[in-house]
């Protein structure tokens, strides 16, 4: 199962303007938090997020929220997946692979998932 997803940088650095570290924490961990260097890279994570969720076919909404999806950083960088136990139990997540791209003010995620 297959996701994209695309997000203006512009507009997540707009979000945290205004609001701050509750802007992140409204679809970011601490943990998460912890690896933002810049709006790109939470924008990044945002469009990763979207496209998790759009692999699993639900989108973000009751029954998989922006909490439920984990990013992390290989020992090389390269970003990582990690689902709450009952999502990765629903949806039989045997597997998942993320890119992450950025280019012209924007975020793109592509996310592969596979299935037990």
């Given at each position: 199962m297959i996701g994209i997803d695309i997000v203006r940088v512009e507009r997540i650095a707009k979000m945290h303007e205004k609001f701050k570290d509750k802007a992140y924490a409204r679809f970011?961990?601490?943990?998460?938090?912890?690896?933002?260097?810049?709006?790109?890279?939470?924008?990044?994570?945002w469009a990763?997020?979207?496209?998790?969720?759009?692999?699993?076919?639900?989108?973000?909404?009751?029954i998989c929220s922006f909490h439920d999806i984990k990013i992390s950083k290989s020992k090389?960088?390269?970003?990582?997946?990690?689902?709450?136990?009952?999502?990765?139990?629903?949806f039989k997540i045997k597997k998942?692979?993320?890119?992450?791209?950025?280019?012209?003010?924007?975020?793109?995620?592509?996310v592969n998932i596979i299935k037990k």
């Open positions: 970011l961990s601490e943990d998460e938090i912890a690896l933002v260097k810049s709006p790109s890279t939470a924008a990044g994570f990763a997020k979207e496209a998790a969720s759009k692999a699993l076919g639900t989108g973000i909404g009751s090389l960088g390269a970003p990582k997946l990690k689902y709450t136990k009952a999502l990765r139990k629903k998942s692979y993320l890119s992450i791209t950025h280019d012209g003010g924007f975020a793109i995620a592509v």
